[in-house]
C-alpha cells in the first residue's frame, strides 16, 4: 500500500532529552513537512523539505532539527531547547508541484513527562 | 504571507441537516483550497478540494464554494450522519503554491 507511516504512535520523553520521530512516505513524492498540533487548535508548520538534502523553517522551527538524507524519509528531532514539546505531530508528503495536494501521516503524540 | 481564518469553531447538528462551514484567506494570487477531515487521534484526511478555475466542485454529500472575489470558501455537508462528526480543516497555499496554511480547524458534531 502506499502511504504516509509515522512512528512511534505515542512517545514519552523525559525533560532534557533529545527524541527524534519517523516519517517515512513511498508515494515517490519530492516534498515533506511537519506539522505540530496543540489540542483544540490547527496546523503549525515546523519545517518543510522539497528536495533531497535540503530543507526550510517553518513557523515554529526553534527546538527542532531535521535532516532529509533519502527522498522517503524526513525525521524530526525535538531537542531540549523545545521548551513546550508536548503535541501531536503530524508528517506530511505531495509531489512538490505548484497547488498539489498534501497528505498526512497517522500522527506521533508526544508527551514530556 | 497567507493568513485563513475558519468559522465557526463549533458546530452542532441534528443528523439529516446541512452544516456549512466558511474560511476566508488573505493572499487574492491562491488558486488551490483544499479541505481535510480529522478523526480523533488520527492524521487529517483530504476530502475536496477546490481550484480558482471553478466556483462549485461537488461529491456526494460534500460540496465546495469559492468565491475569488470575496476572498472566501465554504465547506457544505448535506444529510448530515453521525460519522460525519469529526474536526474539518480549511487550508490556502502560500503564493509560491508551495506551502499551506491552515485554518483553526471546526469542531462538527452530528447528534443522533
Known amino acids: 500500500d502506499g502511504g504516509i507511516t509515522q512512528s512511534p504512535k505515542y512517545l514519552f520523553r523525559k525533560e532534557g532529552q533529545n527524541v527524534t520521530l519517523s516519517c517515512e512516505q513511498n508515494?515517490?513524492?519530492?516534498?515533506m513537512y511537519w506539522y505540530r498540533q496543540d489540542p483544540g487548535q490547527g496546523l503549525r508548520l515546523i519545517y518543510y523539505?522539497?528536495?533531497?538534502?535540503?530543507?526550510q523553517k517553518g513557523d515554529i522551527a526553534e527546538g527542532y532539527s531535521v535532516s532529509r538524507e533519502k527522498k522517503e524519509s524526513f525525521p524530526l528531532t525535538v531537542t531540549s531547547a523545545q521548551k513546550n514539546p508536548t503535541a501531536f505531530y503530524l508528517c506530511a508528503s505531495s509531489t512538490g508541484s505548484t497547488w498539489d495536494t498534501q497528505y498526512f501521516g497517522p500522527g506521533t503524540r508526544l508527551t514530556v513527562l | 504571507g497567507e493568513n485563513v481564518e475558519q468559522h465557526p469553531s463549533t458546530l452542532s447538528v441534528q443528523e439529516g441537516d446541512s452544516a456549512v462551514i466558511k474560511c476566508t484567506y488573505s493572499?487574492?494570487?491562491?488558486?488551490?483550497f483544499p479541505w481535510y477531515k480529522q478523526e480523533l487521534g488520527k492524521g487529517p484526511q483530504l476530502i475536496i478540494d477546490i481550484r480558482s478555475n471553478v466556483g462549485e466542485k461537488k461529491d456526494q454529500r460534500i460540496a465546495v464554494t469559492l468565491n475569488k472575489t470575496a476572498k472566501h470558501f465554504s465547506l457544505h455537508i448535506t444529510e448530515t450522519q453521525p460519522e460525519d462528526s469529526a474536526v474539518y480543516f480549511c487550508?490556502?497555499?502560500?503564493?509560491?503554491?508551495?506551502?499551506?496554511?491552515f485554518g483553526g480547524g471546526t469542531r462538527l458534531m452530528v447528534k443522533p
Open positions: 493572499d487574492s494570487a491562491s488558486n488551490y
Open positions: 508515494l515517490n513524492h519530492d516534498a
Open positions: 487550508a490556502a497555499p502560500n503564493n509560491a503554491g508551495n506551502m499551506l496554511t
Open positions: 523539505s522539497q528536495i533531497v538534502n535540503d530543507f
